[in-house]
């Protein structure tokens, strides 16, 4: 955009409308700022108290490092043991941030909200106060120390959380035409402007605010044309500057159009030709045509088919162009636009997916809908996820509820859950009869209801106070309905207002009987057998997993709190010998690589090369907070990670698998490779990806015959130049796959074999060298089931069998699984461990054990899957093969075989793990459980 220099000899001081003089000399809302800093370097630097999570930034404005162990933080209250301590080890660099987050809760961050009326206080261990900051009021923003780190402390523009203050002003150019420039203040607290500048774009002068010149809380300001040194109409632009010389706003044209071009909706909204012009005034925005009768109309937000959706309607009698439109959930900061060219017909449905959103939506979540010029059209609000999905009844008009089925791009399905289920028309026990069931989560009163056949005559009506429970079945018996059906014959359901809700119809009477498959929600076939009033047994069924093969006790083998949650994927890095070698585990929140070794009582973090309290993990160049799920050690010594996305940029799916070199003593790791596997895999939600990852070397597959899906040969690794010495195998939850790759030197990805591991979600892999076994682990989803799998004749990996998880251990959320080599065995067993992702009871860490091989050098031979009666143990905490499990808490800290795994573990203590995040200069390191991000860190782009 070019610009034309304004006339003029100097620039314009005269008041302008709207603008009063500033009352106070300090940012209203602020009562106080005091810092003692001398020594710590260290102040309060930024602080969001209005949108939820509440967060607080500290900043290390010293030449030095500032160790923060032992600091506390608090708000106004002395709350004792819920005021946060700052944990061992919390050392902020010279020059960057911390923030710490409000965690409601959660032991990761301080469990206190910050109200409208607040004080936060930093102290040093000797209870000395070093910083505080009071306010009296909600920021709209932030509050913020401009100079970033040192001034006194106002409302900040922005929040600009781990980066340095946004000391610009908030004012915005709302409305422009030939006649005047109006300015708005979208913040709640009164805006002083003195000094503000309102230019030609490009020109060095303008017209300059006088001191005392303040704009009141939502208002607006008018500088008309007869003190601007321009006109707006002769040139095509203009700018908001604020006192130091920054450009806040910006707004240009080609030909300033009539009546004025102003913000729609006001102070956020894209710049959009008025209906009329309206200084110092709301805007008078045009609508835009179908914003009054686009609705939205259904909502899936927990990881639908294929992911998360929202679904419009067209209420209206005629098409509506939706191109350029806006979605968004609750975040402001996320939106995605509709595509050019999608236009939905009058009464027709557009469903925007995933994909297409590039976020997902959460259990507490909004759907919002505005039009191209930034107004809001519709909205809908939700607290948790819907058993089905939230759809409006009647579509487009009615209230939203829980839908009785998902309806994906179809009229909302709003009828009662009550479904005809299963049939018996041909004498059976005792007589005929019909199953009703309920497969939604509420109980259905179905009074008045009735049960046809074929003849109108032929009517049962349920009497007052019937009830199909949630889940449940409700059988009408022959003596109920008062007549029999036939052969050829049909069965209806009808509601109390005489709307039809079911039907089926055969020809031949069932050998068994006609029932839905699955039960209550698929197709009618013929049973296996008849099931009345229970759950309808069909063809192909899973069959119930086999006990599991090694000794039935499990045994805690971690410290009590030692990692307080979110562990996630280990992987066994045998020594060589009969001693315990190291367990790597990745804890996923906190995007965190732990180095775990035997101390001859529990599996604690290495002391060595810094990784005491494990090390942070990032993307390539330091960035980013990788949410780690899976591990696995490569024939190089090398780590591979698992992720599904970047815990620093929102809730978008990123399934990417990370190389790090942990060979040597940095604080944090940065990944030497990223493979990108997003778009060569199915679609899943942004925690719904990546969760499993195992590296299986090229001679032990090519030995069992593996075939490679891709060429329709045997695997040759020699046909693949630059990809290592082995194949990764990864496991994707959402889907309940697995897939095996090649990861080339260069970042490219090669996809070998695509394997069905017969699981509704994949959250562990680990491969036995000594029996060839591919082991699939579900967690507490699937009772904890697991998969075993072989390279079979045909040279592809199928399931050969399905274990249940030991009989004394309770259904965990596993999420991670290692079993040790052959060199471990003692007295016939070998220890298996389990990470716990919810740290059941304070441990995250068991054992148990499976068979020794009866053959070790032949793998495959055995996977061990018909013992488990072998006594022994091992010295590393798996010494539980023997017995029945009901010794299996005997050491401190230990599981009872008794526990049936309907405890939820009570509450967890604070250890202050992971409080927050460290920022500065283009890395991203955690250190005592704190992140460290770059300051000038760009958001990671994601495909």
């Known amino acids: 955009m070019s610009a034309r220099k304004a006339h003029g000899a100097g620039v314009a001081v005269l008041a302008a409308a709207g603008l009063a003089p500033l009352v106070a000399a ?248 008025t209906a009329s012009a309206t200084p110092s005034a709301a805007n008078d925005c045009v609508p835009v045509a179908g914003q009054d009768v686009v609705k939205v109309n259904e909502v899936e937000s927990d990881e639908g088919d294929p992911g998360d959706w929202i679904e419009l309607v067209n209420t209206g009698a005629e098409a509506v162009d939706l191109s350029g439109w806006l979605v968004r959930d609750s975040d402001d900061t996320r939106f995605s636009t509709i595509p050019d060219g999608t236009v939905v017909e009058a009464g027709g449905f557009y469903v925007h997916e995933e994909t297409a959103l590039g976020f997902g ?39 939203f509820r829980t839908t009785t089925t998902p309806t994906k791009g179809a009229a909302n399905d709003c009828g009662p859950a009550v479904r005809i289920n299963e049939i018996e028309s041909s004498d059976g026990e005792p007589s005929d009869w019909v199953e009703l069931a309920n497969p939604s989560a509420e109980d259905v009163d179905i009074a008045g209801f009735q049960v046809k056949d074929d003849d109108d005559t032929h009517v049962w009506t349920a009497p007052a106070g019937t009830v199909v429970p949630a889940g449940g079945h409700y059988v009408v018996e022959e003596t109920d309905l008062d007549f029999g059906l036939g052969g050829a014959d049909t069965v209806r359901l009808f509601a109390a207002d005489g709307s039809a809700i079911d039907s089926y119809a055969w020809a031949d009477h069932a050998a068994t009987t006609y029932g839905r498959c ?52 280990i992987d066994y890095a045998p020594s060589g010998t009969a001693e315990p070698g190291v367990l790597w585990a990745v804890d996923n929140g906190r995007g965190r690589l732990h180095r775990l070794e035997w101390d001859g009582t529990v599996w604690a973090n290495s002391t060595d090369d810094g990784w005491s309290a494990g090390k942070p993990l990032h993307y390539p160049g330091g960035v980013g907070t990788p949410d780690s799920e899976g591990v696995t050690v490569t024939g190089d010594g090398s780590v591979v990670v698992g992720t599904e996305r970047d815990n620093d940029a929102d809730d978008v799916s990123q399934l990417s698998l990370l190389r790090f070199d942990v060979s040597g003593a940095e604080a944090a790791l940065s990944a030497t490779t990223e493979w990108d596997l997003t778009a060569d895999l199915p679609t899943t939600g942004p925690n719904a990806g990546i969760e499993a990852v195992e590296w299986v070397p090229d001679d032990v597959l090519t030995g069992l015959g593996l ?22 195998f990864v496991g994707v939850e959402g889907t309940g796959q697995v897939y095996a790759y090649l990861l080339l030197d260069d970042g490219g990805i090669r996809q070998l074999a695509a394997i069905d591991p017969e699981l509704a979600g994949v959250m562990a892999l680990d491969f036995d060298l000594a029996t060839g076994t591919l082991w699939a682990v579900c967690d507490d989803g699937c009772e904890g089931a697991s998969s075993l799998l072989r390279v079979g004749d045909d040279g592809a990996f199928a399931v050969t069998g399905q274990v249940a998880r030991p009989a004394a251990m309770a259904n965990l959320n596993s999420e991670g699984f290692a079993i040790t080599p052959v060199e471990r065995c003692a007295d016939g067993v070998r220890p298996v461990y389990w990470t716990d992702d919810d740290d059941t009871d304070g441990h995250s860490l068991r054992a148990g054990t499976l068979p020794c091989p009866e053959d070790p050098g032949e793998p495959g031979d055995d996977d061990g899957s018909d013992a488990g009666t072998d006594d022994g143990g091992a010295a590393d905490g798996s010494d539980t093969g023997a017995g ?60």
């Open 518 to 569: 699955p039960d209550g929600t698929g197709a009618f076939a013929v049973t296996v057998e008849p099931t009345k009033g229970a759950v309808n047994s069909c063809e192909g069924d899973a069959v119930p997993p086999a006990p599991w093969p090694g000794g039935p006790a499990v045994t805690v083998v971690d410290a009590e709190d030692a990692f307080d949650g979110d562990l996630s994927g």
């Open 26 to 273: 300090v940012t209203p809302g602020i009562v106080a700022a005091a810092a003692d800093t001398e020594v710590s370097g260290v102040v309060i630097n930024e602080v969001s108290q209005r949108v939820n999570p509440d967060w607080v930034e500290f900043h290390n404005t010293g030449d030095e490092a500032a160790d923060l162990s032992g600091w506390k933080f608090q708000d106004d209250q002395d709350r004792g043991p819920e005021d946060y301590v700052f944990p061992p080890g919390t050392v902020i660099p010279a020059g960057w941030y911390l923030v710490l987050d409000a965690a409601e809760g959660d032991t990761r961050g301080f469990e206190f909200g910050l109200g409208a009326e607040d004080t936060v206080r930093l102290s040093d261990p000797t209870g000395t106060l070093v910083d505080s900051l009071s306010w009296t009021e909600h920021a709209a923003t932030t509050y913020g120390r401009c100079p970033d780190g040192t001034g006194e402390v106002r409302l900040t523009a922005a929040p600009t959380r781990g980066e340095a203050n946004d000391c610009s002003s908030p004012a915005r150019i709302n409305e422009v035409a030939s006649g005047f420039v109006e300015l708005v203040n979208p913040t709640d607290a009164d805006l002083d402007l003195s000094g503000v500048v309102v230019r030609a774009a490009g020109a060095d002068d303008g017209y300059v605010v006088t001191a005392g010149g303040v704009i009141r809380a939502g208002g607006f300001a008018s500088i008309d044309v007869s003190v601007l040194p321009f006109a707006p109409s002769e040139v095509d632009g203009i700018e908001l500057v604020d006192a130091d010389g920054t450009v806040v706003d910006e707004q240009g044209w080609d030909t300033l159009p009539a009546p004025s071009l102003g913000r729609c909706p006001d102070a956020t909204g894209p710049f959009a030709v």
């Open 707 to 728: 075939v490679d899906e891709s060429t329709g040969g045997a695997y040759d690794p020699d046909g693949y130049p630059a990809h290592g010495d082995g194949v990764y």
């Open 884 to 943: 029945d499990g009901a010794d299996a808490g005997a050491e401190p800290g230990g599981e009872s075989g008794a526990d049936d795994g309907t405890e939820d573990g009570g509450t967890l203590p604070d250890t202050g793990a992971t409080a927050g995040w460290l920022v500065a200069g283009g890395l991203l390191l955690t250190l005592a459980g704190f992140a460290l991000v770059a300051a000038d860190r760009r958001r990671r782009a994601v495909s």
């Open 361 to 399: 939506l959460g259990g507490g979540d909004q759907a919002r809908l505005y039009t191209p010029n930034g107004t809001l059209a519709d909205s809908y609000t939700w607290e948790e996820h819907a058993a089905t999905t939230y759809g409006r009844c009647p579509d487009g008009t009615g209230e």
